[in-house]
């Protein structure tokens, strides 16, 4: 079974910048779509971006606009949430998860997410 460890989140001042890690343990993720996901105190969890396993295809939301890049370093196992102008609103736990398939295609609505890391927490305060 494939396990996420997310690390990479902190207290950040509006405008900042951070940079998540999420690697996997128990599996080889070359080909999974991998997708980030956050969840704000009482509010629902919902997508923030996926990046494909076949082809790299990434989506992101649409809320987003352009500050949040994905990327993956194979050799690593280990997939990247670059957040830049990082806002207040940003605050929340993230984490990351596949639902095994290797494509973005159905993300977030339709992934079916069988295993939750424990998540890494990002602060947007001054």
């Known amino acids: 079974q494939v396990q996420f460890v997310e690390s990479g989140g902190g207290l950040v001042q509006p405008g900042g910048s951070l940079r998540l890690s999420c690697t996997a343990s128990g599996s080889n993720l070359d080909y999974y779509a991998i997708g980030w996901f956050r969840q704000a105190p009482g509010k629902e969890r919902e997508g923030v971006s996926c990046m494909s396993g076949l082809d790299g295809n990434t989506r992101y939301s649409d809320s987003l606009k352009g500050r949040f890049t994905i990327s993956r370093d194979k050799a690593k196992n280990t997939v990247y949430l670059q957040m830049n102008s990082l806002r207040p609103e940003d605050a929340a736990v993230y984490y990351c998860?596949?639902?095994?398939?290797?494509?973005?295609?159905?993300?977030?609505?339709?992934?079916?997410?069988?295993?939750w890391g424990q998540g890494t927490r990002v602060t947007v305060s001054s």
């Open positions: 998860a596949t639902d095994g398939g290797f494509t973005c295609n159905d993300w977030p609505i339709n992934w079916v997410i069988d295993y």
